[in-house]
C-alpha cells in the first residue's frame, strides 16, 4: 500500500471508471460528526464512509452531529481516503489536519470528473490563522470557486476600503450586520490583496487615510469606528488613486462615491432604492445565515461577484 500526502488544495487523479474508495475519519477530542456526500453513492461503517459512483462535482463535508450547532474551540478532522487501484493495490491520500474549531461545517474533498479521469481535490487549509471563523469561511468559499473554474492566476490589487459612519449607518445597521460586513470584505480582501497594500479611509474628513497591515483588521473595523452624527460624506475621495480599487461598506452610496472611476464593490446593509449599476452584495437575513453557518454554496456567487468586480474581471458600467 502506499501513501501519498495532500496539501491544501493540491489533487491526485484516478480513473474514473470503477472507482470506489473509502474515506476515513477522525475528530479530535471524540467530538461526534456527520458527513454528507451529496451526488455519489455512499454507505457508512462507523468512522468509515465508502463511496462510489459520484455524478459531476461532488464534494465531502464534514458537520459536527445535530446536538451542537459548532464544533468545540480546538478541535480537529482528520481524514483519509483509500482507493482500491489495479491488482487489488490500495493507494492512500493523507489530507491535511483542519483545524475545526468553532465551524459549523468544513469541506474535506472535492471530486471533479474530467473525461476518463476524476480529480480529487483535498479541501484548503487557510494559512490566515488570524482570519475570525466568518472571514476564514468567506476566504475558503472564493478559494473553491476559483478552483472550480480553473482559476490559477490569481490577480492580486491594491485596495481602498471606504467605510460609512454617517448619522444613517446608526440607526440603519446594527452592530451584528456591520461587524459581518467587515468579516465578508475581510475574507475576500485575503486572497486579492495577498502582497498589495489596503488602505483605509471613512466618510469623515476627521478620519486621515491610513494603511492597513493585514486583512484580518478589516474584520475588526467596528472596534475602531463608531456611527457619528455627521450628513452626507465630507471626506477627500480624490485621495484614492484611480489605479486601485474600492470596497465601500455603507447602507446607500453617495454620487460623490459613484463618480470615483476605480472598480469598485459596495457591501450594503440595505438593499438600494435605485439600481446604480455598481456591483453590490446586499446583507440581507440569507446571506447573514449563511455566512453565520458557513454555507459555502450560498456564499459561492456573492463572493466571486465581489472578487471579480474587484479585479476587472466584471467590467463596470460607466455612470
Same mark, same amino acid.
Given at each position: ?24 475519519? #477522525? =475528530? &479530535?477530542? *471524540?467530538?461526534?460528526?456527520?458527513? %454528507?456526500?451529496?451526488?455519489?453513492? @455512499? ?29 468545540p474551540s ?49 479541501? #484548503? =487549509? &487557510?494559512? *490566515?490563522?488570524?482570519?475570525?471563523? %466568518?472571514?476564514?469561511?468567506?476566504? @475558503? ?30 440607526f440603519s ?44 483588521e478589516i ?101
Open positions: 500500500m502506499s501513501v501519498i500526502r495532500l496539501g491544501s488544495n493540491q489533487t491526485y487523479d484516478v480513473a474514473r471508471e470503477g472507482f470506489s474508495a473509502r474515506l476515513e475519519f #477522525d =475528530v &479530535s477530542g *471524540d467530538v461526534a460528526f456527520r458527513v %454528507e456526500i451529496p451526488a455519489a453513492e @455512499s454507505n457508512r461503517r462507523g468512522n468509515t464512509w465508502w463511496i462510489r459512483n459520484p455524478q459531476g462535482n461532488t464534494e465531502v463535508t464534514v458537520f459536527p452531529d445535530s446536538s451542537r450547532g459548532e464544533f480546538g478541535a480537529k478532522v482528520y481524514a483519509s481516503v483509500v482507493i482500491q487501484g489495479a491488482g487489488n493495490q490500495e493507494i492512500t491520500l493523507q489530507l491535511p489536519t483542519y483545524p475545526i474549531g468553532g465551524l459549523r461545517s468544513i469541506p474535506v474533498l472535492h471530486l471533479f470528473p474530467a473525461g476518463d479521469l476524476l480529480r480529487l481535490q483535498a479541501g #484548503d =487549509v &487557510s494559512n *490566515d490563522s488570524s482570519l475570525d471563523t %466568518e472571514a476564514s469561511g468567506i476566504r @475558503s468559499a472564493l478559494g473553491r470557486s476559483m478552483d472550480k473554474d480553473g482559476s490559477t492566476d490569481v490577480t492580486r490589487v491594491n485596495v481602498t476600503v471606504l467605510v460609512d459612519k454617517t448619522a444613517s449607518m446608526k445597521t446594527d452592530r451584528d450586520t456591520f461587524e459581518t460586513m467587515c468579516s465578508f470584505a475581510a475574507g475576500v480582501l485575503s486572497v486579492l490583496s495577498s502582497g498589495h497594500s489596503i488602505s483605509l479611509m471613512t466618510s469623515s474628513s476627521s478620519d486621515p487615510r491610513v494603511r492597513v497591515e493585514n486583512p484580518e474584520s475588526s473595523l467596528s472596534e475602531r469606528f463608531t456611527p457619528v452624527r455627521e450628513v452626507g460624506w465630507n471626506s477627500d475621495l480624490y485621495q484614492i488613486p484611480p489605479d486601485e480599487s474600492v470596497v465601500v461598506i455603507s447602507d446607500d452610496i453617495p454620487a460623490e462615491v459613484l463618480k470615483l472611476p476605480n472598480r469598485m464593490h459596495v457591501l450594503s446593509s440595505r438593499k438600494p432604492l435605485v439600481d446604480h449599476r455598481t456591483s453590490t452584495t446586499h446583507f440581507d437575513p440569507m446571506l447573514i445565515s449563511a455566512i453565520k453557518n458557513h454555507d459555502q454554496r450560498l456564499l459561492a456567487a456573492p463572493v466571486r461577484q465581489m472578487f471579480d468586480a474587484l479585479t476587472g474581471s466584471a467590467p463596470r458600467e460607466d455612470h
